[in-house]
């Protein structure tokens, strides 16, 4: 793919520059922009702009909150969890999908934890750990006016580090004049958060920190490296090659100490992590989901779900176009990534297509997936959950779409889609599909997990 040709051409302009020399609190400053800078220089060769996620309405509860970060001071043993950007709502109840379960899976749930929770979600009453959540802590009026007082304070200060830096990126990677001043903030806006979270960990004392994509959370994990604190991450997604957050050389000072993935079959290099620190946990989301929903009876024998993003709205809409000239008596179900939403040309694409629906995606994928027989769907982390829970699962390989069948195990779990003929066999054959699906999703253990936290962290 293109993308990967591009951050294999970006990390070998890294490896021969200098970039990583300029420090700030002794942490590479280029860390600090690297991801930013590799998307521009990737949209500036193929025009490609990362989706993100939308921003629902703050309710403004910042000092009730931070009057509840107070009573944890002092605790011993303490678990802090930063969660991830996008909490689930799983029968009407807000949760991380990555962490939540953890807990009330394991004797974490007895123990003294802090869930810190990021402000762009409604419905704080509905949270799973309601009484151990506090607000993300750029919503206190302190943190408000570190930041406040850095924006103006930090480019005057560091402004001949910032500059050479990004005479150094310009050297390298071409920049455009006003990522200058994207540089300065993002500067100013870490090392407010630095000096913020170093003072907020001197205080709490806790004795570990997890966090869910370290890209959001590297204030965090500096200022916990500075005091000695452990950190870990979970696993978010499925990686399977070079990405624009993760390609890299590992870094001690501002990189997690530990990466907790979802089976074994993602222990390897692509998170830019020394593959013994890589640990496999397991997926406690499904356990937590065996344990608390009430089955699902209704089944959609007839309804194939196809799971689509923002990067490949057309080519999804384009293979329908093609696979619903076939005979069966098939429909078909898009459920859209929550950053993807279809233009007039798609919307018009999307009419054109036989027996072709939108469905809702606000109901988190884990309690639709059961629900459907046939899935289908390019590289996304769904149709991997999809494999997990015993749907037959197929992957698109045609008008455009690449998904990653040549890596070990794919080909075995998985039935590829080249074309319409390919298509009505993966809806009339047995299934062929291997029985190692637990390679991508391990069983979660409790026990193993607690070891792990006693042990290591």
């Known amino acids: 793919m293109e993308e990967t040709k591009l951050l294999e051409d970006i990390y070998n302009k890294e490896k ?34 990362a989706s993100s996620s939308p921003q629902q309405k703050v309710h403004n509860r910042s000092l009730k909150l931070l009057s509840g970060f107070w009573k944890y001071i002092g605790k011993d043993n303490l678990s802090v969890f930063f969660t991830f950007n996008r909490l689930i709502n799983t029968n009407d109840i807000l949760l991380d999908k990555f962490e939540d379960p953890l807990i009330e899976l394991t004797d974490l749930q007895k123990s003294n934890y802090v869930i810190v929770d990021t402000p762009n979600y409604v419905g704080y009453y509905k949270r799973v750990h309601r009484n151990h959540s506090v607000s993300n802590e750029y919503r206190t009026l302190f943190m408000q006016i570190l930041k406040n007082a850095s924006l103006l304070v930090t480019p005057i200060l560091l402004r001949g580090k910032i500059c050479s830096l990004y005479s150094m990126v310009n050297e390298v990677f071409k920049m455009d004049s006003y990522q200058l001043k994207q540089y300065q903030r993002a500067v100013s806006l870490f090392a407010a958060s630095y000096l913020y979270y170093s003072i907020w960990f001197r205080l ?41 957050s993760y390609t890299g050389d590992y870094d001690q000072r501002i990189d997690p100490d530990y990466f907790l993935v979802f089976g074994d079959y993602w222990k390897g290099p692509q998170f830019g ?44 809409l384009d293979a329908l176009q093609e696979l619903s000239k076939n005979d069966a008596d098939y429909s078909f179900d898009i459920r859209l990534h929550p950053c993807e939403s279809y233009n007039g040309d798609q919307q018009e694409k999307l009419k054109a297509i036989p027996k072709a629906q939108v469905v809702d995606n606000k109901t988190d994928s884990a309690l639709v997936l059961p629900t459907y027989k046939y899935v ?10 999809a494999l997990s829970v015993g749907c037959k699962v197929g992957m698109l390989n045609m008008c455009g779409l690449r998904p990653a069948i040549d890596l070990p195990g794919i080909k075995d779990n998985f039935f590829v889609i080249n074309n319409r003929e390919d298509f009505e066999r993966f809806l009339t054959e047995d299934s ?26």
């Open 16 to 49: 021969n520059s200098e970039l990583g020399k300029i420090q700030l609190f002794g942490i590479p400053v280029w860390r600090i922009v690297r991801y930013n800078t590799r998307l521009h220089y990737i949209h500036s060769k193929t025009g490609y702009i």
């Open 204 to 244: 709490l004392r806790p004795r570990r920190v997890f966090v869910v994509l370290r890209e959001g959370y590297f204030p965090v994990i500096a200022a916990c490296k500075k005091l000695g604190i452990p950190v870990a991450e979970f696993q978010h997604g499925i990686t399977m090659d070079k990405t624009v």
């Open 273 to 316: 992590m020394p593959l013994d620190r890589i640990i496999n946990i397991g997926w406690a989301y499904s356990k937590y989901l065996q344990k608390t929903i009430v089955e699902n009876n209704e089944k959609h024998d007839k309804e194939v779900l196809v799971i689509s993003s923002p990067e490949i709205s057309d080519a999804i």
């Open 376 to 385: 289908v769907g390019e590289n996304s982390s769904v149709i991997y959950e």
């Open 432 to 457: 062929n599909q291997s029985t190692s699906k637990a390679e991508f999703y391990s069983e979660f253990d409790s026990k193993r997990f607690m070891e792990f936290i006693e042990n290591k962290m």
